[in-house]
């Protein structure tokens, strides 16, 4: 009879999220299978758990999957973890997960902490509704395109992001989506925890006074409003992005990224106005 692939959400920083169930799971699981086994022995060392490790990192998957293919159909349970969280949120273990499944493997999933639901609980963004895109393109060109892509979704957006990419990350939803508020979520129940509000542009100005910024970051970005967006008349908004210091022509470009109009429809409407 074959064993069972379990994936197990581990601490994304105090040690003390783990569940017992996760903890007994890992004591008896034959392998356990790590995005960094120098990581996860800090975890396994506060627990006592002395079970074998072995690597299983996104540059090593293909090498790795047949061998821990065979060991479940061998028999032998097998626990998959990632650093921190939920293992496959962007993190290594989808092609293992989907192998296994296509092998008639079992896979069960062992709940507990995620990035995403943790900053989204303590955001004060809207809840009903979420979007999350992973890690944001490193290059501005890709980045904005996502961006732009998402200005219309009504639900919050969430991101991971690097700490020396973040303040020009902060530059593009400033530029793309204009100024709905943003939290930057930063060392999730760590020591240094911290929620840093606001919109894009203030947050950007905050960071950027402290020369330097560590530490994991969740990035989240309020849900796109309707009522709101288009409530106020064309010539209004461009005046309102005037006089937070934007030239009339970043003005014009703003109003028309918030309304997903072009800028020769806004100027044209500007026009009538007069």
Do not use: W
């Not at 925890?193 to 947050?203: H, M």
């Amino acid at each position: 009879m074959a064993g069972t692939l379990y994936v197990v959400a581990t601490p994304i920083g105090n040690l003390e999220d783990i569940t017992y169930r996760a903890v007994r799971v890992l004591r008896e699981a034959g392998v356990i299978a790590c995005e960094d086994t120098r990581q996860t022995r800090k975890l396994l060392d506060r627990y006592e758990v002395t079970r074998p490790t072995i690597s299983y990192h996104e540059h090593n998957e293909a090498e790795r999957i047949p061998a821990l293919l065979d060991r479940l159909q061998a028999g032998e349970n097998i626990a998959l973890v990632s650093d921190a969280g939920m293992p496959l949120v962007s993190d290594p273990g989808y092609r293992l997960v989907s192998a296994a499944i296509a092998r008639g493997i079992a896979v069960q999933p062992v709940p507990g902490p995620s990035a995403v639901i943790t900053a989204l609980a303590a955001s004060g963004l809207a809840t009903d509704a979420f979007h999350f895109a992973g890690f944001l393109p490193s290059r501005s060109g890709p980045r904005q395109k996502i961006l732009e892509s998402l200005r219309n979704e009504t639900a919050t957006l969430v991101f991971f992001e690097t700490p020396h990419r973040l303040l020009e990350t902060l530059e593009t939803i400033d530029r793309v989506l204009g100024p709905r508020p943003v939290v930057v979520a930063r060392e999730l129940t760590k020591i240094h925890e911290e929620f840093l509000r606001g919109t894009a542009a203030e947050i950007h100005a905050a960071l950027r006074k402290r020369g330097f910024i560590k530490g994991e970051i969740t990035l989240l970005i309020g849900k796109r409003t309707e009522a709101v967006d288009d409530a106020e008349p064309v010539e209004e908004a461009v005046e309102t992005c005037i006089r937070r210091g934007m030239s009339r022509m970043e003005a014009i470009k703003a109003v028309a990224r918030s309304r997903g109009l072009s800028k020769r429809e806004v100027y044209t409407r500007l026009e009538h106005a007069k």
